[in-house]
């Protein structure tokens, strides 16, 4: 028979590799510029698509709606993707212009 849910859960390996510490006092003004590094970081320890990202929106009755996206570019002004303004998630941009980022 096989294994619950549960067991699988409890026995899958989870964000294997170095993380590293985070000190507020270090880090850039810029979030940009963070980022940046993380992603250097990411790239040269071989971090599978570390330019796949969580893009979280919400909808019309104010409800979260999240999809995976690949970063396009990013400078001082935002983070860039792949978009259309005549998108699901366009439509929410356009509506709440807010949005959450979440990279592994």
């Not at 940009?32 to 993380?38: A, D, P, S, V």
């Not at 969580?54 to 019309?60: N, R």
């Amino acid at each position: 028979m096989n294994q619950g849910i549960r067991e699988q859960i409890i026995q899958a390996k989870t964000m294997l590799g170095e993380s590293g510490e985070f000190h507020m006092d270090n880090a850039p003004d810029m979030p940009h510029k963070l980022f940046e590094n993380w992603f250097q970081l990411a790239m040269e320890k071989h971090v599978p698509n570390p330019h796949a990202m969580t893009v979280s929106t919400v909808d019309a009755m104010g409800y979260p709606d999240s999809r995976i996206l690949i970063l396009k570019d990013l400078d001082e002004a935002g983070w860039y993707f792949a978009s259309s303004s005549e998108s699901q998630k366009g439509k929410q941009l356009q509506a709440h212009p807010y949005a959450a980022l979440n990279f592994y």
